[in-house]
């Protein structure tokens, strides 16, 4: 108990308050007694200093040893820990190319260790995901400008009625971007009544309950067993009774058909992949073995390491308050409780040799027969179950997508991402390898900060400065974090708007005129109409290549947005695209251009879709050729044995689904000998023993994706590869109803969605055969069997905190 105490204060006390403290220490030395910046923060920790030299001083004169001790841990912490900051620190006062939270100055560093982007979540006491918000609590913020602090925003934080309160809350996020709402209510059986609002409160019972069963259960115990019985294949497990997808197993007929069925009857490409490790639970029970011999041999040492377990293991599911579902498996979390159970697998042998001593009668012989049987029975058959799907030697797959990203635009381009997944990777290929230095990729997720939208004002790389329209002043801390709709006198909202005006002499205005007056008084900042347009300088578009020579160029684009209101990262991409005004390309990786209603004037341009004023245009025909005929690659996934999980599996459809659209169009077009050559370099260049078209996922999004590559050949004419693809899906489509039959009735229902799926697709699969093998038939429309209704590279919600 007292080392828990001791670790709290650590966490928050000395890491955050301290650091907290030397923040405000510079505010008052900076505002108040104008000195530079940093010089409170050097003041207050050469006090601290001061102050640990006096305790120990006085620790020594008085023969104080645990003060002693404590001062220099204390110390330890302080300076030892706090060092590696500095560099943090003096990074960012560089301004590299990638600054990340721009922790320029004490402040700023408040925030980046308390993970203040990140949000905050209860542990012990706090509300439930149906809780209505009673008030908001706000906090001044400082920023850095003109040469001081200045106070310029508020951190907001809401505050819920002490009726909707109570010990223990495990189903608290309110929020639906990724579902976690919704989660819950399936989970617990909660409906919404006809106005929309939940039926009734969870119970402190079923709080009690989704900790056990998903919190610790599903989302802890599961991957424990991944590491110590087996593991079922890579396919994320999001749902606790699809037996399925990411499940533990051991390998033993008996005991995995009792929990998930029939294991033989899995489809050929759950069955044989390679993250099936068949551990048969024999480092689990090595290491229960080595957990009895240390608890009869020491108890003491057995609390140790038990606490180290702990600590690093269920500690961590309840601090971290996991929301339902997750958008990845979070398994890598909890490592730490791993490694301390493979203390108690190496203790495990002791055990087993001092067992083989009764028999052997013999000190080396029991030693040498422990060795090799406890070597064979776990380190060994972990290395032949797990060390092809931990291998990455030959896969390149991250800076390849990079690439072919990068190499899909035009010079001097803006590519808006959406995530780090997606755009981590494309720094990487610009920063490390030197690709494309000429662009400027933007995470959009990053807009909605000050810092982020300010460094877009400076070169980087090869890249010129962009013009965000809105002075640094202007977007500092909270100020128009959100943009509101509201009409004003004198503009027509039926009439579409110039967005640079909008933007500029609307939004970016401080005229209370051009203001609204909000609920607590304070003025908000407004945009006046939701329909917009930009204007097309025909002579910039044709002379930098905006257009081709045969495009119908608008003289304006115009769009609606659709909601009431636009978040700052949003507000931030129309700034970019209005102050733009064509003179550089501007990309997104999402079709869907930001969800801001683009969507008719983006054109496909490889992987990325560019910004066009061309209504409609699709895919520019000549450019992916040329590009996704030379300049993409594929992550070896020309070569042998290497081997692709599932959200490698998911960038690899992106690839496909790409080749696939390009190859449908050009086809569509007359161009069908060019479709051919594309639909057989993505054919050659993703080996099927790698990744195959037929294939289990989620939702069936896998086989989609090659339903869309199947469709591409018949256009072209290439009925040896939609043969082929055909074949291969209807394959893992057949297998999978086998499979589904198999089960039992509740494991059935379980399923039943992901059968109904398969089944679906079953028929629609033989519709399309028949419909390309009777001659002059039209090709499939929008609702098609095997349509992508939703592109595999889509707009993501930032993720959650649960690290």
Partial sequence: MVGCLITGITQKAMIQWTIKGSGYFDVFFVNTLGLPFFSGFAFFFLLIAALIYVGLKFAEKNNHNFLKL????????????????????????????????????????VSYLAREQYGDWPILYG???????????????????????????????????????HLFPRMWDASNDQGHADYYAGWAGIGKDKDGSWERKPTVGENIAFAF??????????????????????????????????NWKTGIGFW?????????????????????????????????????????????????????????GLAIVFYLNQAGNQPRERDYAFVGSFYAFAIWIGLGVLYVKELLQKLIKSDSGANIAAAILCTLAVPVIMATQEWDDHDRSKKTLARDLATDYLESCAPNAIVISYGDNDTYPLWYAQEVEGIRKDIRVINSSLLGTD????????????????????????????????LYNAPKPGVDPNQYMDLYTMMKDWAGSDDPNKMEQGRDGSMLNIFPSKKVSIPVDMNVVRQNGTVNANDSVLSSIQFELSKNYIYKNDAAVLNIIAANKWKRPIYFTSPDGSGLGLQPYIRQDGLTYRLVPVKNADVNRDWVVD????????????????????????????????????AGNLADNGRKEDAR???????????????????????????????????????????????????????????????YSSLSDSKQEAMQNEAADAERMLKGLQQLVTQFSTPQQPAPNAEAPGQIKNPP????AADTPKH
Wanted: charged letters at 25%; proline letters at 3%.
């Fill in 70 to 109: 404590g001062l220099w841990s204390f110390a330890f912490i302080m300076f030892g820990t706090f060092s590696s900051y500095f560099t943090t620190l003096a990074r960012s006062n560089a301004n590299p190319a990638l600054d990340m939270s721009n922790v320029d100055n004490p402040i700023n560093l």
């Fill in 127 to 165: 509300q439930d995901f149906t809780a209505e918000v009673a008030d908001v609590k706000t906090e001044e913020t400082y920023v850095k400008s003109n040469g001081k602090y200045e106070k310029n925003g508020r951190k907001s934080s809401y505050v819920y009625a002490a009726e909707d309160k």
């Fill in 213 to 246: 069963s998903y919190q610790m259960t599903w989302m802890y115990w599961r991957y424990f067993m991944w590491n110590f019985a087996g593991k079922q294949n890579d396919v994320q497990g999001i749902h606790m009774s699809n037996v399925r997808d990411g």
């Fill in 256 to 312: 995995d058909t009792a929990r998930l069925g029939n294991q033989d009857t899995m489809p050929d490409s759950v069955k044989y992949n390679k993250a099936n490790n068949k551990l048969f639970a024999l480092p689990l029970i090595l290491g229960l073995l080595g957990l009895f011999y240390q608890f009869k041999k020491d108890r003491n040492d057995v609390v140790a390491v038990g606490l180290l377990f702990f600590f690093t």
């Fill in 451 to 482: 810092w982020y939208i300010n460094q877009l004002r400076y070169k980087v790389n090869q890249s010129d400065p962009i013009d965000p329209i809105w002075t640094p002043e202007q977007i500092e801390g909270a100020t128009r974090d959100i």
């Fill in 627 to 662: 590009k996704m005929m030379n300049k993409f690659v594929f992550g070896s996934a020309d070569k042998k044995g290497v081997y692709y999980d599932e959200e490698n599996r998911r960038h690899l459809n992106s690839i496909r689904y790409a080749y696939a659209q390009a």
């Fill in 677 to 739: 050559k594309l639909l057989a370099k993505c054919d050659k260049s993703m080996l099927e023993e790698n990744f195959p078209y037929g294939m289990v996922s989620r939702n069936q999004l896998h086989n989609q994706f090659s339903l869309q590559m199947a469709i591409a050949a018949y256009k072209a004419e290439d009925t040896v590869l939609a043969a082929k693809i055909v074949k291969s899906v209807k394959k893992d489509l057949e297998q999978q109803m086998a499979y």
């Fill in 793 to 796: 590279v889509v707009k993501k």
